[in-house]
């Protein structure tokens, strides 16, 4: 990296050669996780009221996939706040 820095270490710019989440530090006691820690639901349908998960599911693409469900969760969102 430039400048010498680590990106897997604190302080790094935070690139990663692997997956991995911690889910269930912030949100395991609302029941939204399966045995994996994985979301049940994600994109536009809510994992609990006023909860959504974007880009929790790894593919080719992610980011344009990731992106792909950002548009149709602020599509939901303006639905229900209708």
């Given at each position: 990296m430039a400048g010498g820095r680590d990106a897997?270490?604190?302080?790094?710019?935070g690139?990663?050669?692997?997956?991995?989440?911690?889910?269930?530090?912030?949100?395991g006691h609302l029941g939204v996780l399966d045995e994996?820690?994985?979301p049940h639901a994600t994109g536009e349908k809510p994992a609990?009221?006023?909860l959504r998960f974007i880009g929790f599911v790894p593919r080719p693409s992610q980011i344009g996939f990731a992106a792909k469900q950002a548009r149709r969760a602020a599509r939901a969102i303006a639905r229900e706040l209708r």
């Open positions: 897997n270490r604190p302080g790094g710019d690139l990663r050669d692997g997956f991995r989440q911690e889910l269930e530090k912030l949100v994996r820690g994985w609990a009221e006023r």
